[in-house]
């Protein structure tokens, strides 16, 4: 079993929609990262997160650390939103390494 | 800043060669690591950096040496290739305030093919 679950794995969605992608993990955790893969590849980085809730935009990503889950919302989505959403936890004993979920792949259709 | 540089961009080798894949930085980042992504896997650690002079083994290093000289670079050597490295590689930096490190800046990644 996977320390960083993510779901689901793939989600098809229509312009305009509201998105919710989760992510569970197994672990003691210092912070928690939400990346985005572009189709091309290029991965950024979108939120770190500790505890709460943070927002960017149409984007909004909220932590429950005594459930030890996350979830990444796209309000209003749009196609340019079609990526690949990773979570990423950094344990309590492991410093700056980071363990990643297989990821989400987003497609919202015109 | 250029940020997080990669090169090559795309790689083929036969079984047992070697090469080296580059990566810089311009941000005068401590921490710098080597990922492999394969499908229908997350992203999985090679080797990782947290200063010059410092090097670690992440989750899966066999088959792999780094090096940090500097703090700007962190080439990743693949010593005899085999058809099992085939991935695409990416490198990453990130820094650290107050002890805590902060999120991970991607370089735009390697496909290497072996076959």
């Known amino acids: 079993k996977n320390e960083v679950e993510q779901s689901p794995q793939n989600l098809t969605a229509q312009e305009g929609e509201f998105i919710t992608i989760n992510c569970s993990y197994s672990v003691g955790i210092s912070a928690l990262h939400w990346l985005q893969q572009h189709p091309g590849g290029g991965i950024v980085s979108l939120f770190m997160?500790?505890?709460g809730k943070k927002k960017h935009g149409r984007l909004i990503a909220t932590i429950n650390i005594q459930e030890k889950h996350s979830s990444l919302h796209i309000t209003a989505s749009h196609p340019r939103d079609s990526a690949v959403y990773i979570c990423?936890?950094?344990?309590?004993?492991?410093?700056?390494?980071?363990?990643f979920g297989e990821g989400t792949q987003l497609t919202v259709n015109p | 800043n250029a940020g997080v540089t990669q090169t090559p961009k795309f790689q083929v080798l036969k079984t047992g060669q070697s090469m080296t894949l580059q990566c810089a930085q311009d941000?005068?980042?401590?921490?710098m690591s080597w990922y492999r992504q394969d499908p229908g896997m997350g992203l999985r650690l090679i080797h990782y950096s947290v200063g010059a002079g410092i090097t670690d083994q992440g989750e899966v290093p066999n088959g792999y040496n780094v090096s940090r000289s500097t703090t700007e670079d962190f080439p990743l050597r693949l010593l005899s290739a085999a058809p099992s490295q085939t991935s695409v590689y990416f490198c990453?930096?990130?820094?650290?305030?107050?002890?805590?490190?902060?999120?991970?800046?991607f370089g735009p990644g390697t496909r290497l093919t072996v076959l």
């Open positions: 997160l500790s505890s």
């Open positions: 990453a930096s990130s820094y650290s305030t107050s002890g805590t490190y902060n999120e991970q800046f």
């Open positions: 990423a936890v950094r344990e309590e004993t492991s410093g700056s390494r980071l363990t």
């Open positions: 941000m005068n980042h401590e921490y």
